[in-house]
């Protein structure tokens, strides 16, 4: 199947900088879009950022001027840089991956999950 590998996160302060990486490997035919969600405890799991194959990028209103997604598609890997950080940005990162897994069946696919801590 699909694997999705999530690496970077940890804690910083108010204003600080994460970066977040993921790398997608497994059985890929094709990427349709690779992506960024987070979730706090009690709470429903919301969009921070995808990138599609084409380039197309949807950033949540929250995150915008803040944080930068990019895709390096030979590498099948997702980034995620972030900036300014603020408290409210404090949740478990997850990766996602809208993949093709045969020729003719994708399926949403999902990271662990990294935490990010935003605190002084």
């Given at each position: 199947q699909v694997q999705l590998v999530e690496s970077g996160g940890g804690l910083v302060q108010p204003g600080g900088s994460l970066s977040l990486s993921c790398t997608a490997s497994g059985s890929i035919f094709?990427?349709?879009?690779?992506?960024?969600?987070?979730?706090?405890?009690?709470?429903?799991?919301?969009?921070?950022?995808?990138?599609n194959a084409g380039g197309g990028i949807d950033y949540a209103d929250s995150v915008k001027g803040r944080f930068t997604i990019s895709r390096v598609n030979a590498e099948n890997t997702v980034y995620l840089q972030m900036n300014n950080l603020k408290s409210e940005d404090t949740d478990v990162y997850y990766c996602n991956g809208k993949i093709y897994h045969s020729m003719t069946a994708w399926d949403d696919f999902w990271g662990r999950g990294t935490q990010v801590t935003v605190s002084s």
């Open positions: 094709r990427i349709v879009a690779m992506g960024w969600y987070r979730q706090a405890l009690g709470k429903q799991r919301e969009l921070v950022a995808t990138i």
